[in-house]
């Protein structure tokens, strides 16, 4: 059996682009556009040439994401991919190897960009089903300090993880394994793609979360609703480091506070908001729960993404996306019986509501015929 994607995750035809507007999308918090007040920012944006450093937009947003996670330095990039690629980049030479968990974003979405450009091996290492690594499982990941083994340089962390459905490591569980990552002579790189959903989750500052990690990417372009662009946080030198970096891999842009200016309402105003998203995607678990054929632990979605699994319903996911495609519903299919809706300030309540209805009568048709 072949494993194509569900329609609405096929890059889009463009003779046949359905309106948004018309579907509940919870493939990701990817899709989010910008709000009418990003809209009117972005066209007042002050602009300069930000590859010579003098686009003030741009200045302002890497000043106030500096400050907000208390590190020295931050540096505006196009994607999350980039952003990551950078840091692995920095913190590691060729030949080396990077840990990291077996679901994670880096070790499954991006192309094997370690691989491919930064010269490195992932090591991905399975954690438990919340996809949060345990000090001992990293330790024992660890090559050898012997001249004939592969070198490990760098730790990547997820939080939230995405693909084990939002889960949030505990702060403490951050400061130990960087602690005990530098007594080693490792860094360690957070994925923070949604770190502040993960704040939001543990009512804490993403200052506090992130003090001991070496750098930070997150992205301005997911829940928190800015139409483009990711950052990355980290000391003076490594942010000097990485802009070499940014260059090097086609990441430098000119007049882009025209695109920052959304970033910087998206950085101080969205995470206001994301509870929000965190108790849409609560009730969407608690209504799936209660679709026979349908199997998710509610208790286990503390943020924003709801996975699910669809194996007793006598679809697979890609043929459950499809038929939910087909009534306005847009899903992710996640692995061959799982899919993943990811609530955002797109969707509300209503939507969330209609969701489910949707979703039991796809189940229940399906469990008509079979009958
Ligand atoms: C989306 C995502 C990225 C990459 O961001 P892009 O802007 O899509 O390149 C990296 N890590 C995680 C965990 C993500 O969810």
């Known amino acids: ?79 999350g991919c980039m952003g990551n690629l950078i840091c692995i980049k920095v913190w590691t030479h060729h030949g080396n190897e990077v840990i990291c ?27 438990g089903a919340d996809g949060i690594l345990t000090w001992g499982q990293i330790e024992a990941s660890i090559r050898p300090k012997i ?15 995405n693909m084990a459905g939002g889960t949030v490591y505990p702060t403490e569980r951050v400061d130990e394994i960087s602690d005990r990552a530098h007594a080693l002579g490792l860094k360690v790189h957070l994925d923070g793609a949604r770190i502040f959903n993960a704040a939001a989750a543990l009512n804490d500052n993403v200052a506090n979360m992130t003090k001991k990690v070496d750098s930070v990417m997150f992205c301005l372009s997911k829940g928190l609703g800015a139409p483009i662009g990711s950052m990355i946080v980290g000391s003076k030198e490594f942010i000097e480091r990485a802009r070499v970096y940014r260059k090097m891999f086609g990441g430098g842009m000119r007049q882009v506070g025209v695109v920052a200016a959304a970033g910087l309402l998206a950085l101080e105003k969205s995470p206001l908001r994301l509870h929000e998203d965190h108790e849409n995607a609560r009730h969407l678990a608690l209504g799936i729960a209660q679709i026979p054929g349908l199997k998710i632990d ?30 306005g519903i847009w899903a992710q299919d996640t692995a061959f019986y799982s899919v993943r809706m990811v609530t955002h300030w797109n969707v509300g309540r209503a939507g969330i509501e209609r969701a489910l209805q949707e979703l039991k009568t796809v189940v229940q048709r399906k469990k008509g015929q079979v009958a």
């Open 1 to 79: 059996m072949t494993y194509t994607v569900a329609k609405g995750n096929q890059l889009t035809d463009p003779d046949h682009v359905t309106p948004a507007d018309n579907a509940v999308d919870l493939r990701s918090d990817t899709v989010t556009r910008p709000s009418e007040e990003m809209r009117r920012a972005m066209a007042a944006a002050e602009v300069g040439d930000d590859v010579y450093g003098e686009d003030p937009t741009v200045n302002q947003l890497q000043k106030r994401a500096a400050e907000i996670f208390g590190k020295e330095a931050a540096l505006y990039v196009p994607t």
């Open 101 to 127: 968990e077996d679901r994670s974003h880096v070790n499954l979405y991006e192309l094997a960009s370690m691989s491919a450009i930064a010269g490195c091996m992932p090591r991905a290492v399975r954690g």
């Open 147 to 161: 001249y004939y083994d592969s070198q490990t340089a760098l730790v990547c962390l997820e939080n939230t993880s």
């Open 298 to 327: 509610p208790a286990s979605v503390k943020t924003n993404i709801v996975i699910f699994d669809c194996a007793a319903t006598g679809m697979n996911a890609v043929e459950l996306c499809d038929a939910l495609y087909e009534r």
